[in-house]
C-alpha cells in the first residue's frame, strides 16, 4: 500500500507513542512486549460495551437530520469504544486493532473538524502529563497530580496558533510554522 501521508506524519504518530510508552515505564502502567488483548473482566467489559454501543445509536440517531456535528462525532467515538470494549472481552485481536484504529481516526477527525491543533495539543498534554507524580497512582492506573503538576497553557497554544493561521491565511497545516 503506498504511503499517502505528507512526509514525517507516520514518525510523528510513532513519536507519540514513543512518548505515551515513556510516561507508561514512568508511572509503571502496563507495556505489552507483542500485541494483544487488554486483560480484563470479560462479563462487565461485554456489559459496557454494549451498553457504549447502544448509547451511540441514541446519539446518532439525535444527531440524524441535523446540523450538529458534536452528537455525530460523540456518536462514531462512543461506537468505537463500545467495540473496542466487546473486542477486548473477547479476546478478538484483529477486531481490536480495528477498533483502536477507529478511535484514533475519530479522535484525528475530531481535531480536523474542530481545527485544533492536535500535535501541539498533544506535546503540550504530555509534558502535563510527565509532571505528574512517577509511581503513585489510582487504583485503576491515573497517575496523580502532585505540587509540582504543570496544567497545559492550552489558552495560549490555541492563541498562538489562531495568530499563525490568521498570519498563514491560504496555507494549509504543514505549511504553517511550528508552534
Known amino acids: 500500500m503506498p504511503n499517502s501521508l505528507p512526509d514525517g506524519d507516520l514518525l510523528s504518530l510513532r513519536s507519540c507513542v514513543s512518548l505515551v510508552r515513556l510516561f507508561h515505564q514512568r508511572i509503571k502502567a502496563p507495556i505489552a512486549a507483542t500485541p494483544r488483548t487488554l486483560k480484563c473482566d470479560p462479563a462487565s467489559a461485554l456489559m459496557f460495551g454494549s451498553r457504549l454501543l447502544e448509547l451511540s445509536k441514541e446519539l446518532a440517531a439525535a444527531a440524524n437530520g441535523t446540523e450538529d456535528v458534536l452528537l455525530s462525532r460523540a456518536a462514531m467515538a462512543i461506537e468505537e469504544l463500545g467495540e473496542w470494549l ?53 487504583a485503576f492506573g491515573k497517575a496523580f497530580k502532585g505540587p509540582h503538576y504543570k496544567t497545559p497553557d492550552l489558552e495560549s497554544l490555541l492563541a498562538h496558533d489562531a495568530a499563525l493561521r490568521a498570519e498563514h491565511p491560504d496555507a494549509n497545516e504543514h505549511d504553517i510554522p511550528e508552534l
Open 86 to 138: 466487546v473486542a477486548n472481552a473477547e479476546a478478538d485481536l484483529p477486531a481490536a486493532a480495528d477498533a483502536l484504529g477507529d478511535r484514533l481516526y475519530v479522535l484525528c477527525g475530531d481535531a480536523v473538524a474542530s481545527g485544533i491543533p492536535l500535535s501541539e495539543v498533544f506535546e503540550a498534554v504530555h509534558e502535563s502529563n510527565c509532571s505528574k507524580l512517577p509511581l503513585v497512582t489510582t
